[in-house]
């Protein structure tokens, strides 16, 4: 089976960095997904890694170790408004390229 | 470019009732994905259509739900009957496609139906 994990929850400082970790098994893979999700609101991408190594995007970064399964996604400068949850979603390999697997979401709490 | 669009946002019904929600991809988007998201849980996917075809829906409750994308544009996802259980955010999502050029091909998201099953 599919099986993604992630942090329940976490709590950050305004001004901080904060790191949120995702470790996947997955019968196939053709990239890693990081959605952030406001209360109501629908998931929004933020970033994509399909090679090894660290996507930076402005305060944002994602990292991949397909090897380990892991992959992290990196908020620096923390703002208020980035309390949200953090989803990370696996895309299946060749036969599935389309299919999406998610993870139950990280709720991050900024306080000031 | 106008986003996916669904419709209702919300709706309360009584358990046992039918209820139907409405999906409208990103034009040129050839995959269709239904999720349901209970509180504090990722999407689940309960269908995905590639064009007009239902390409994988194991997780779908076929005892009671059914999905629909005639034309391989917008698509109709249906209950009946609801249970207290189905009281959900539903979301539909889509994507360019395996023919699409970028290899990135993320998912976009719509607004979601919020259902309560009373």
């Known amino acids: 089976g599919q099986n993604i994990d992630q942090p329940t929850e976490m709590t950050a400082t305004e001004g901080a960095i904060v790191q949120i970790n995702c470790t996947y098994q997955?019968?196939?893979?053709?990239?890693l997904f990081w959605y952030q999700q406001h209360a109501g609101e629908a998931p929004t991408f933020l970033s994509y890694n399909v090679l090894d190594g660290l996507e930076e995007k402005g305060r944002f970064s994602s990292f991949l170790s397909r090897s380990k399964g892991y992959s992290y996604l990196l908020l620096k400068e923390l703002q208020m408004k980035d309390s949200a949850s953090y989803l990370c979603?696996?895309?299946?390999?060749?036969?599935?390229?389309?299919?999406?697997?998610f993870g139950s979401g990280t709720k991050l709490n900024v306080k000031p | 470019e106008a986003g996916v669009v669904q419709s209702p946002r919300y709706k309360i019904i009584e358990k046992k009732q039918p209820v139907a929600f409405w999906c409208n991809p990103i034009?040129?988007?050839?995959?269709l994905y239904w999720y349901r998201q209970n509180l504090g849980q990722g999407p689940e996917l309960l269908i995905r259509y590639e064009n007009e075809e239902a390409v994988d829906d194991s997780q779908l409750p076929k005892d009671r739900f059914s999905a629909e994308r005639l034309k391989g544009v917008d698509s109709t996802l249906k209950i009946q009957p609801a249970e207290l259980g189905d009281s959900a955010v539903y979301l539909c999502?889509?994507?360019?496609?395996?023919?699409?050029?970028?290899?990135?091909?993320?998912?976009?998201f719509g607004p979601g139906t919020r259902l309560t099953v009373l």
């Open positions: 979603a696996v895309r299946d390999g060749a036969r599935n390229f389309n299919k999406f697997y």
């Open positions: 999502a889509s994507t360019p496609g395996p023919g699409g050029t970028s290899g990135r091909t993320e998912q976009f």
């Open positions: 034009s040129g988007h050839n995959t």
């Open positions: 997955t019968s196939g893979f053709n990239g």
